[in-house]
């Protein structure tokens, strides 16, 4: 059985906080990975309906933001890659430990809201006794348990890292020569090439890591 679980936050107790504060007619989504050593908030959506300029200026003088790169633009917004100075470490770390998945991270308004699967309770109770550790805010807004079994929970995966690779196999992508194109497997999905290519990498990253690594690590 697996649970999952929704936080909530005030937008000033985490990073680029103010900016949504600054700018209400904004929505941040934090792209979705399996937490891991290279960090767990490399990309963000920035949703508007303008006035992109002055959102990524007031990102870059976010003190914990170090460098902020375009990545693509999409139908009112577009996605950036985020380098972050550490100070979403402790929420990082919580989730980490806990050996828990971001499914969802949106900032809007003066809040932020966090989904994350668990597989057990006994990782719900670790992740609660870091959140106090570090001492993070995060009010538990709702929780469930899911029964069912699914490739995204056998293997850790995102939902829409489950689709992106599910909708790229079944249209050729990964046939020699391919069968289709990054673009095209995006416009199956409503999603631009690149936030496609970010999920496909951060799937199979994760795939081989619970199938082919842990062999290895466990042959060892």
Do not use: C
């Not at 906080?17 to 959506?45: D, W």
């Not at 300029?53 to 009112?76: F, M, Y």
């Amino acid at each position: 059985m697996t649970f999952v679980a929704e936080f909530s936050l005030p937008a000033s107790e985490f990073s680029v906080g103010a900016v949504l504060e600054k700018h209400s007619n904004i929505r941040l989504e934090l792209e979705s990975i399996v937490p891991t050593h290279r960090g767990l908030f490399p990309f963000v959506f920035v949703w508007s309906d303008g006035a992109f300029d002055s959102i990524e200026a007031d990102i870059r003088d976010d003190p914990a933001v170090t460098g902020l790169e375009e990545i693509e633009q999409v139908e009112g917004g577009r996605l950036y890659r985020v380098r972050w100075d550490g100070s979403t470490d402790g929420l990082g770390e919580a989730i980490r430990e806990s050996e828990a998945t971001l499914l969802e991270a949106v900032g809007t308004g003066d809040s932020w809201t966090f989904e994350i699967r668990f597989r057990e309770q006994e990782r719900i109770e670790r992740f609660q006794e870091l959140v106090a550790e570090f001492d993070l805010e995060l009010v538990l807004e709702r929780l469930h348990t899911q029964l069912e079994i699914s490739p995204s929970m056998e293997y850790d995966l995102t939902e829409k890292q489950v689709a992106a690779l599910a909708t790229a196999f079944e249209s050729g992508f990964f046939e020699n020569p391919k069968e289709t194109t990054l673009e095209e497997v995006g416009e199956e999905l409503g999603l631009s090439d690149a936030a496609v290519a970010g999920r496909i990498n951060r799937g199979l990253d994760r795939l081989l890591s619970e199938t082919v690594m842990r062999h290895e690590d466990e042959s060892a």
